[in-house]
T-cell receptor, first 114, second 111 residues
Framework: NAGVMQNPRHLVRRRGQEARLRCSPM?????VYWYRQLPEEGLKFMVY????????ESGMPKERFSAEFPKEGPSILRIQQVVRGDSAAYFC????????????FGPGTRLTVT | DQQVKQNSPSLSVQEGRISILNCDYT??????FLWYKKYPAEGPTFLIS?????DKNEDGRFTVFLNKSAKHLSLHIVPSQPGDSAVYFC??????????FGAGTTVTVRA
């Protein structure tokens, strides 16, 4: 499967726990974007990363959220001390070059906080 | 804060007829517009796009129209087919990576 892969597809966490969402970009892509979709809303940009660099995190909540894209392995979106308001679908997208709207999306991770 | 709006959450159309989806935006700095299609349990997939220097772009059964003065775009699907039943998202960009999405319109094509 050469597409963008995300895991897990579904994640249930209790309030206060940590959530780790993983994204493997398409083969040959080195630019990764994370979006969040709250219920009844459109996808909202969170962060743009290249290998080992955060390029733009202007859409990330200031606390509890972090993202990384290490030299080896998938990109990870980490949410510490989850709250019910974090329940959403989190989509990852990738592209072969930066500064582009031509992004390919993964199937998403649906996070439910109980 | 919502810079891209899709005011119709759902649309039902008979197979073979035209589906018209609408989208409005507020940020005049947007210069590239896209439509994505999303099936349940899948990510959005790119459908068609249009640059702000154009007012129409066509790709098979799909046509996107852009009215810059009204800050409005629409997607026409002719003829509609059962496989077109999905959620359609309008998105806009300032010719960079930061896409702004509408809330989506769920299209149901009736046989």
């Amino acid at each position: 499967n050469a597409g963008v892969m995300q895991n897990p597809r579904h994640l249930v966490r209790r309030r206060g726990q940590e959530a780790r969402l993983r994204c493997s970009p398409m083969k040959g892509h080195s630019h990764v974007y994370w979006y969040r979709q709250l219920p009844e809303e459109g996808l909202k940009f969170m962060v743009y990363l290249q290998k080992e660099n955060i390029i733009d995190e202007s859409g990330m909540p200031k606390e509890r959220f972090s993202a990384e894209f290490p030299k080896e392995g998938p990109s990870i979106l980490r949410i510490q001390q989850v709250v019910r308001g974090d329940s959403a679908a989190y989509f990852c997208a990738s592209s072969s070059s930066g500064v582009t709207y031509e992004q390919y999306f993964g199937p998403g991770t649906r996070l439910t906080v109980t | 804060d919502q810079q891209v709006k899709q005011n119709s959450p759902s649309l039902s159309v008979q197979e073979g007829r035209i589906s018209i989806l609408n989208c409005d935006y507020t940020n005049s700095m947007f210069d590239y517009f896209l439509w994505y299609k999303k099936y349940p349990a899948e990510g959005p997939t790119f459908l068609i796009s249009i640059s702000s220097i154009k007012d129409k772009n066509e790709d098979g059964r799909f046509t996107v129209f852009l009215n810059k003065s009204a800050k409005h775009l629409s997607l026409h699907i002719v003829p509609s087919q059962p496989g077109d039943s999905a959620v359609y998202f309008c998105a806009a960009s300032r010719n960079d990576y930061k896409l702004s999405f509408g809330a989506g319109t769920t299209v149901t094509v009736r046989a």
